[in-house]
């Protein structure tokens, strides 16, 4: 009798893989390529008395009339222009400083600082609702004055931004530290040899070398700002008058309240897009190395 021959090992070895990559990747294709597929879809459609009929991109064109989606998209357009430079700057700050041999409880201070990135989203936010009442909000009280945070479009903003300022600039400040303790200690001898300040240091010889680092900082900032919903729902709704509406508020309001799936998907997808195309002109042109 002649015996059979042994599977080979190079079949085992590409076989293996599969074997324990097949029930995530299985996972993958339900609960992601699927959903994703179906939303697409759906944005292409409309559904009128439960009956659904195909709309093609007039989904997508309904947005430019649409004053709501537009003035949510001014809002997250304003928050990117001032909040997210503030903050990488404070988070900056905060991270030169806290990288200093001479502090004290620096270890101490990093989770202080990091601490807000890990409260819950809504309940952070709650309690800014409640510290920045009109009638008896600790904000007013300790500033003596009457302002009119959650009711005022502009206060509004300024309440909005302050709050993912407190929350988020910690946690970059974190990260950028990371990036610092990297540089190593020569270069800042070498640059007090040289007759630089900190400052002028810190700017032309740490500053260049955390570039990927400030680069990440930005991209998942902008990608977060973009995905804004707890912090606008919970502090104003979305008002006064649309001031703080945000388009994945937006979206929300459309989809669950509106019940226009067919939109809403179609609002999720642009909001996709913009991420893409923001995140690829950053790394296009803040990424590249400066000759």
Not at 58 to 78: C, E, G, K
């Amino acid at each position: 009798m002649t015996a059979s021959a042994p599977p080979s090992a190079t079949g085992r070895s590409r076989t293996i893989p599969w074997v324990f990559a097949g029930p995530a990747a299985v996972l993958l294709l339900v609960f992601f390529a699927y959903p994703l597929a179906a939303s697409f879809v759906q944005s292409l459609q409309t559904t009128d008395g439960g009956v659904v009929e195909w709309a093609g991109a007039d989904q997508y064109t309904r947005m430019l009339d649409d004053p709501s989606f537009l003035q949510s998209l001014a809002n997250v357009a304003l928050i990117l222009v001032i909040q997210v430079p503030v903050m990488i700057g404070l988070a900056l700050v905060l991270a030169y400083v806290l990288n200093q041999s001479w502090l004290r409880f620096r270890a101490t201070l990093r989770a202080a600082y990091f601490l807000p990135a890990v409260t819950t989203l809504v309940a952070y936010a709650v309690v800014f609702r409640v510290l920045l009442k009109t009638e008896g909000g600790a904000v007013n009280q300790v500033l003596g004055v009457q302002v009119d945070w959650l009711n005022d479009p502009f206060w509004a903003r300024v309440a909005l931004i302050a709050s993912i300022t407190w929350r988020w600039a910690g946690y970059n400040a974190i990260i950028l530290l990371a990036g610092l303790q990297a540089v190593g200690r020569e270069q800042y001898e070498a640059a007090a040899i040289d007759g630089a300040g900190p400052l002028t240091a810190f700017r032309l010889v740490i500053l260049p070398q955390l570039r990927p680092v400030v680069l990440f900082c930005s991209i998942t900032s902008t990608i977060g700002t973009l995905q804004l919903f707890d912090e606008p729902l919970v502090l104003t709704g979305g008002g006064p008058a649309d001031a703080t509406l945000t388009p994945i508020l937006y979206l929300y309001q459309v989809g669950f309240r509106q019940f226009d799936f067919g939109y809403a998907a179609a609002i999720a997808w642009v909001v996709v897009a913009l991420i893409g195309g923001l995140s690829f002109l950053q790394f296009r042109y803040f990424g590249r190395e400066r000759s």
